[in-house]
């Protein structure tokens, strides 16, 4: 559904991302793990275009979308939820959920947004307050909320347990699970191994803007690098 060739991402004499390739199949989830400064949410903002890749050939669903611009990725299909959630704090809830679909030509339909409040019901309850008021979880809640209301078919999703109960973490993680069982494919950036490995199908392992392991998430998980260096095994 979604395949990376050869991606470079480089901030002036940075390169960020170092000529990855990757891919994600149809109703997979895919873990992108990786330390602090690996290369993970340039990788995410530069499939969305949010940066401009210096190299790479990114396909959506067979189409090549290497010269497409964000807002016509939207549209045919992928969306960010964005590391931080950048929710739009002074704008209601209901606000930022028509924002997620506002690429698309019938964003005003109103079956989109009840459908989204049929899954998330607080959102529907607190609809009119402003986004900035929500909990922590909450406006997670609402940044994947608001990355669905294009109907995309592949989901990137970058830390979306970060700063979040562990309560609600679990619950997110469900909630990542009940959108694969949906048909969702989704690319999943996480800080949380473990759980991330649990869930996911396969998972590639950044290190430094490169691709250091990769495979199926049970043997990646068993493997010594993840064990010693991200789950504290010895
Ligand atoms: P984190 O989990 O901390 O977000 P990450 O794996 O997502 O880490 P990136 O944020 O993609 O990593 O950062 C990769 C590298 O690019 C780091 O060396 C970082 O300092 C650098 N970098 C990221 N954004 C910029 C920017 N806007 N300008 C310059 N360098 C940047």
């Not at 309560?167 to 694969?180: G, Q, S, T």
């Not at 396969?202 to 690098?225: C, T």
Request: proline content about 4%; some cysteine; hydrophobic content about 45%.
């Amino acid at each position: 559904m979604l395949r990376v060739e050869n991606l470079v991402v480089r901030y002036g004499p940075i390169e960020a991302v170092k000529g990855i390739s990757f891919e994600v199949g149809q109703g997979e989830i895919v873990s992108l793990l990786g330390p602090n400064g690996a290369g993970k949410t340039s990788t995410l903002a530069a499939l969305m275009k949010l940066i401009v890749p210096q190299a790479g050939t990114i396909t959506l669903a067979g189409e090549d979308i290497s010269a497409v611009g964000a807002a016509q990725i939207v549209r045919r299909g992928m969306t960010l939820s964005p590391e931080g959630r950048r929710v739009f704090p002074r704008l209601s809830v209901e606000k930022n959920l028509l924002l997620g679909g506002m690429v698309l030509k019938d964003w005003r339909n109103p079956e989109v947004l009840n459908r989204m409040y049929a899954r998330f019901p607080i959102l529907h309850e607190r609809r009119n307050q402003l986004a900035g008021t929500l909990s922590g979880g909450e406006q997670q809640m609402l940044a994947i909320a608001r990355a669905l209301m294009s109907s995309p078919k592949v989901l990137l999703l970058d830390e979306p347990s970060l700063g979040i109960a562990p309560k609600i973490v679990a619950e997110n993680f469900d909630l990542i699970c009940e959108l694969r069982d949906e048909g969702f494919t989704i690319l999943l950036v996480e800080q949380n191994v473990f759980q991330s490995l649990s869930i996911s199908d396969r998972a590639y392992v950044l290190e430094n803007g490169r691709i250091v392991a990769s495979g199926d998430s049970d043997d990646i998980l068993k493997s010594d690098l993840v064990r010693h260096s991200y789950l504290g095994v010895a």
